[in-house]
């Protein structure tokens, strides 16, 4: 990510920082699910490498937990007002039955809340859990929506004119968290 004139960008957590903080949402998880049928499921793209880096530091402890995927596309409340810009879409996986299971739902930034939204109508055509929670990897504040997450890695502050980018090795081939501020 290369700054100009009208945009900076500052690294608020560098790939070590990311690894902590994973292993911060997992102890939490730990601490508070412990012997609960309990489910992962990502919203596409990042919140599916955060759900299944979340299951794999679990899995080390000897704790192992299915991971699904969601596609929110067609949920959006904005799905309309894109134009041409239409997104590409994923194939939603959730290879379990949520039936009275705790699920918790992943995705990498918590903003205005409507990709929460989406995602909890879009959850809801594979069953009904016995509670959903949410995770994130960073809360940078600014609701739209009254949605808070229940496991948070990293609170940063933000105005409306800056934005929190998350690159995962897996889907960018770069690592870190990075505040990007249009001037």
């Not at 004139?5 to 998880?29: F, N, Q, R």
């Not at 080390?60 to 699904?68: E, F, L, W």
């Not at 055509?125 to 990897?137: F, H």
């Amino acid at each position: 990510m290369s700054d100009t004139a009208d945009i900076t960008t500052e690294e608020i957590l560098t790939p070590e920082g990311i690894e902590e903080t994973i292993a911060i949402l997992a102890s939490e998880i730990e601490s508070r699910c412990a012997d609960q049928e309990l489910a992962f499921v990502g919203v596409y793209t990042r919140g599916v490498t955060l759900a299944r880096r979340v299951a794999a530091a679990l899995a080390g402890r000897g704790r192992n937990y299915p991971v699904g995927t969601l596609d929110i596309s067609l949920y959006r409340d904005d799905f309309n007002n894109r134009g041409r810009d239409l997104p590409t879409l994923n194939s939603s996986d959730v290879p379990f039955g949520l039936e009275g299971t705790r699920v918790i739902l992943f995705d990498e930034v918590i903003f205005t809340g409507r990709t929460v939204r989406a995602a909890l109508d879009a959850l809801a055509d594979y069953g009904r859990p016995s509670k959903i929670e949410l995770a994130v990897l960073v809360d940078r504040g600014h609701r739209e929506i009254p949605v808070q997450p229940d496991y948070v890695g990293r609170i940063i502050e933000t105005d409306l004119k800056q934005y929190v980018k998350v690159r995962f090795q897996e889907d960018d081939e770069k690592e870190g968290v990075f505040l990007v501020t249009e001037k």
